[in-house]
């Protein structure tokens, strides 16, 4: 017997009130702290779900110390069924503000342009966002005009809290063990890193943070980070003839030696990788440029870290007395590595994008996600779409009928692993 509630066609007024009271508290991640949560106002929302949770009946729901909310919604088959967890991130983007949020609903959008009220400069152009052209009909949710909305990832949470919701209310829908993770500071990088993978007891995963209706991403970029130290030697500029090497000189021929062409986030798409500046600090007797690397293979990355090499070493030919030591640290990698292992992750995702009317499409992100440090973990873990569009903008935006389906997708993935349960 099939669990799917396609025919249902989900629709939750629940779901949308739980999304915008969400993303009214301020969830900001800070990536210049050390703590972990990198920012304590993350646990305010963290909190409020362990509360919803506890209300449905997850009774092991509870926030431990590093900011991560665990639960699990206990199986109703008879059936021997993997454990799988859904998991959404709290913190939102430190990129654009994002305490006072006023979300806003666009009913019934019929094309065109939104100029977001609090600043009148802050249009969402249709030509320049073209998914805004399948939207139309539907209710589009934005922030005001002076922070970002925090889609990015609460669109996921509130979709999950649905979810759950929805299968607790309706037991005839069977499902094995179903985890629940919410985690803290994935936008600095952090989002696994005090994870208790044993605590969780998962088998697969399933991050709720990707973008376009019925999309899945199975490939993530891997990705390194670069530091360059520059020791340049230093003197009394009026008496430096013949004697200063100015480190900071140095590390602005570095930068002006990459490619113009290519090889940055700005020349680049789809497959291609990049090699990106992202901070330069220091002094004339030593500077420090920091980079960050993506490419979907390791070799690639390999290449851009020998060529970025290469052109320290060349510029340091004209300065003889000065040195570079060029440090490369591991971040992520791409996850397909690991899910292609896994078929079954996949193709049961796929399903359930079926099974909610859409039509799947698998593809890769330019970026990482929880689900790639996960992978490499030990827990498989693609993402799904959760429907937030221009995210770490003022711009940001969600549909109320994509976040239905994406709560959907949930529903019916939690029913394909119980079908095929022994």
Same mark, same amino acid.
């Given at each position: 017997m099939?669990?799917?509630?396609?025919?249902?066609n989900?629709s939750?007024?629940s779901?949308v009130q739980?999304?915008?009271?969400?993303?009214?508290?301020?969830?900001q991640?800070?990536p210049?702290?050390?703590?972990?949560?990198s920012?304590?106002?993350q646990?305010?929302?963290s909190?409020m779900?362990?509360?919803e949770?506890?209300?449905?009946g997850i009774?092991d729901a509870h926030?431990?110390?590093?900011?991560?909310? /665990?639960?699990?919604l *206990?199986n109703?088959s008879?059936?021997?069924v993997?454990?799988?967890?859904?998991?959404?991130?709290?913190? $939102?983007s430190?990129?654009?503000?994002g305490?006072?949020?006023?979300?806003i609903?666009? /009913?019934d959008?019929?094309?065109?342009?939104?100029?977001l009220p609090?600043?009148?400069?802050?249009?969402?152009?249709s030509?320049?966002h073209p998914?805004?052209?399948?939207?139309l009909g539907?209710d589009i949710?934005?922030?005001s005009?002076?922070?970002?909305?925090?889609?990015d990832n609460k669109?996921?949470?509130?979709?999950?809290?649905?979810?759950?919701?929805y299968l607790?209310?309706?037991?005839?829908i069977?499902h094995?063990d179903i985890?629940i993770?919410?985690?803290?500071?994935e936008?600095?990088?952090?989002?696994?890193?005090?994870?208790?993978?044993?605590?969780l007891?998962?088998?697969?995963?399933?991050?709720?943070?990707?973008?376009t209706l019925g999309?899945?991403?199975n490939? $993530?970029?891997s990705a390194?980070?670069v530091?360059?130290?520059? *020791?340049?030697?230093?003197?009394?500029?009026?008496f430096?003839k013949?004697?200063?090497e100015?480190a900071l000189k140095?590390?602005?021929?570095?930068?002006a030696?990459l490619p113009?062409?290519?090889? =940055?986030p700005? $020349?680049t798409?789809?497959?291609?990788?990049f090699?990106?500046?992202?901070?330069? =600090?220091?002094?004339?007797?030593e500077?420090?440029?920091e980079?960050?690397?993506?490419?979907f293979?390791?070799k690639?990355?390999?290449?851009k870290?020998?060529?970025l090499?290469n052109i320290?070493g060349?510029?340091l030919?004209?300065?003889?007395?000065? *040195?570079a030591?060029?440090?490369?640290t591991?971040q992520y990698?791409?996850?397909?590595?690991?899910?292609?292992?896994?078929?079954?992750?996949i193709?049961?995702?796929l399903e359930?994008?079926k099974?909610s009317?859409?039509d799947?499409?698998l593809q890769?992100?330019?970026?990482g996600?929880?689900g =790639?440090?996960?992978?490499f973990?030990?827990?498989p873990?693609?993402?799904i779409?959760?429907?937030?569009?221009?995210?770490? =903008?003022?711009l940001?935006?969600v549909s109320?009928q994509?976040?239905?389906?994406?709560t959907?997708v949930?529903?019916?993935?939690?029913g394909i692993w119980?079908e095929?349960g $022994?």
């Amino acid at each position: 017997m099939s669990n799917q509630i396609s025919l249902l066609n989900y629709s939750d007024p629940s779901l949308v009130q739980r999304f915008l009271k969400y993303v009214q508290v301020d969830t900001q991640s800070d990536p210049h702290s050390a703590s972990s949560p990198s920012t304590e106002k993350q646990k305010d929302l963290s909190r409020m779900l362990v509360e919803e949770l506890l209300e449905m009946g997850i009774s092991d729901a509870h926030l431990d110390e590093y900011g991560y909310v /665990y639960g699990t919604l *206990k199986n109703n088959s008879e059936k021997q069924v993997p454990v799988i967890c859904f998991c959404s991130h709290v913190d $939102t983007s430190p990129d654009c503000p994002g305490a006072g949020v006023k979300p806003i609903i666009h /009913y019934d959008y019929q094309g065109g342009d939104l100029v977001l009220p609090d600043d009148v400069a802050q249009v969402l152009r249709s030509a320049e966002h073209p998914d805004l052209a399948a939207q139309l009909g539907n209710d589009i949710i934005t922030a005001s005009g002076k922070t970002l909305l925090g889609a990015d990832n609460k669109a996921g949470v509130a979709e999950i809290m649905s979810a759950v919701e929805y299968l607790v209310q309706h037991p005839e829908i069977k499902h094995g063990d179903i985890k629940i993770l919410f985690t803290p500071d994935e936008e600095i990088g952090r989002g696994t890193a005090n994870v208790d993978l044993k605590k969780l007891g998962a088998d697969y995963a399933y991050t709720i943070d990707g973008e376009t209706l019925g999309s899945m991403e199975n490939e $993530t970029f891997s990705a390194d980070g670069v530091e360059i130290v520059i *020791k340049g030697v230093s003197t009394h500029p009026g008496f430096a003839k013949g004697k200063l090497e100015n480190a900071l000189k140095i590390a602005g021929e570095i930068l002006a030696g990459l490619p113009k062409e290519g090889l =940055s986030p700005e $020349t680049t798409s789809g497959m291609e990788g990049f090699i990106h500046p992202v901070g330069f =600090s220091g002094i004339q007797e030593e500077a420090t440029l920091e980079f960050i690397i993506r490419d979907f293979t390791v070799k690639g990355l390999e290449e851009k870290e020998d060529l970025l090499k290469n052109i320290t070493g060349k510029v340091l030919e004209s300065y003889p007395n000065s *040195k570079a030591e060029v440090r490369v640290t591991e971040q992520y990698r791409n996850m397909k590595e690991i899910l292609d292992q896994h078929p079954a992750v996949i193709n049961n995702a796929l399903e359930a994008i079926k099974r909610s009317g859409l039509d799947p499409k698998l593809q890769s992100i330019r970026g990482g996600t929880d689900g =790639s440090r996960l992978s490499f973990m030990g827990l498989p873990c693609p993402n799904i779409f959760a429907g937030e569009h221009a995210f770490h =903008s003022r711009l940001e935006w969600v549909s109320v009928q994509d976040m239905q389906k994406a709560t959907e997708v949930i529903i019916n993935l939690a029913g394909i692993w119980e079908e095929q349960g $022994t």
